[in-house]
Each structure stands twice: as C-alpha cells, then as structure tokens.
C-alpha cells in the first residue's frame, strides 16, 4: 500500500520501496525508494505485471496521440473554412 500510494503521489506507474523493522518493535521505516525496482523483477508473476504495465502504458500513449491528431485535423479544417470566407 505504501509504495502504491507513493507513487500516485508522485505521478509515476512504477515504484520499489525497502523497508526495516526495527529490531524492538514500532514503524517500518522507508529507507530507499527507486524509480525502478529490480530485485521485485524476481518475484513470480512480476514479469506479466510488467508487461502488462508497458502495453497499457503505451495504449494511453497512443490514444493520446490520437486524440492530439483529432484536434490538430479539426483546427486545421475550422483554420480553412474561416479563411474561404
């Protein structure tokens, strides 16, 4: 939860953090946190995680993309029209 949350907050998709219990009991305490956590690639299941990330990822990208075309062939059509008059 910790590292979801993180992330949201800082804008990012992808997040590790490590973590310690002190030895008498109390809060875990966060002592790194990267931008790309390898050692989690290890975990079953992480692989499909990943993939499953990057395919999202890259399908908002592309329908923002899109998106961005849209408007530009819009502008570009009203630009047109109002110039014909």
């Known amino acids: 939860q910790l ?4 992330a949201r907050e800082l804008g990012v998709a992808l997040l590790g953090v490590d973590l310690i219990a002190p030895l008498g009991g109390g809060a875990l305490l966060v002592i790194d946190v990267n931008y790309m956590p390898a050692t989690s ?7 499909r995680a990943l993939a499953s990330l990057a395919r ?3 399908e908002e990208a592309a329908g923002d993309r899109g998106r961005s075309a849209e408007r530009t062939t819009a502008e570009q059509r009203t630009r047109a029209s109002s110039e014909v008059r």
């Open 3 to 6: 590292a979801a949350s993180l």
């Open 41 to 47: 690639l290890k975990l079953a299941g992480s692989g």
């Open 56 to 58: 999202k990822t890259l």
